[in-house]
């Protein structure tokens, strides 16, 4: 029978697991050496250059309004972690989550982080099909 702080602490690892990428990408690193050096295939030069080319209204997706904006939903996270432990010291109640995850701080922590990651993620996929006018908005609605 597991008990609810075993669950929590699962959860915890579960999350810490899927933030860390790093670990998926040693294992693939250790894959057969065969594959890695590509066989040398006819390579079309002007279509790549052509290709670095064509994003004229795109940018990238680390650009520096963005690395702000992402910083932004990093710093709120971060207030929002340290002003909920401070309303939890009072005795208010957290709606959002509850008691028992904002008192386990090590997971609220990683839960805020994650949250973080979420909307880094979204941006990434608005980005990504093109929605850049989203991508920026999904960063700011995270400052309020
Ligand atoms: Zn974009």
């Known amino acids: 029978m ?19 990428p790093t670990g998926a ?16 295939q006819a390579v079309v030069p002007t279509a790549g250059k052509n290709q670095t080319k064509e994003p004229t209204r795109e940018h990238r997706f680390w650009d520096k309004k963005n690395d702000w904006l992402f910083a932004g939903v990093g710093a709120a996270r971060t207030f929002d972690y340290f002003s909920t432990l401070n309303l939890r010291r009072r005795g208010d109640r957290e709606i959002l989550v509850s008691n028992d ?19 880094i993620g979204a941006s990434y996929l608005f980005h990504r099909y093109g929605h850049h006018r989203l991508e920026r908005w999904t960063s700011i609605v995270h400052f309020g």
């Open 101 to 119: 995850l904002v008192d386990n701080h090590a997971a609220f922590a990683v839960v805020e982080a994650a949250g973080t990651g979420v909307s």
């Open 2 to 20: 597991p008990r609810a702080e075993e669950l929590l602490k699962l959860r915890l690892i579960l999350l810490l697991a899927l933030a860390t």
């Open 25 to 40: 990408s040693k294992v693939c690193a250790q894959a057969p050496a065969t594959e890695a050096p590509a066989p040398p």
